[in-house]
């Protein structure tokens, strides 16, 4: 499981979500949190949803789905996307 921050609509309100990824997406996803990144999610007024990894200011890699079914390969992607730049 990992920890992402969903920033709730209208106000930003944050909550943490579990989500579950593979073995190999999770071991990932550590890696990525030891490097000293978050992650963060929304769904848009789009109904899009956005996962990001964020330093804590900005976010360094983005991806968005079109709606909940492609979420769990939008985050995915984001962590391909940060170890395809390494």
């Known amino acids: 499981m990992v920890e992402v921050t969903q920033f709730l609509r209208p106000d930003g309100i944050r909550r943490n979500l ?3 990824l593979s073995g190999e997406y999770e071991k990932k996803a550590e890696q990525i949190i030891n490097d000293g990144y978050c ?13 990001s990894i964020s330093n804590g200011e ?18 995915e992607k984001v962590i391909d996307d940060y170890f395809a730049d390494e």
């Open 18 to 20: 579990q989500i579950k």
């Open 39 to 51: 992650f963060e999610c929304e769904v848009l007024p789009s109904l899009e949803v956005s996962f």
């Open 58 to 75: 900005e976010d360094v890699y983005i991806e968005i789905a079109e709606g909940r079914p492609g979420a769990l390969k939008a985050f």
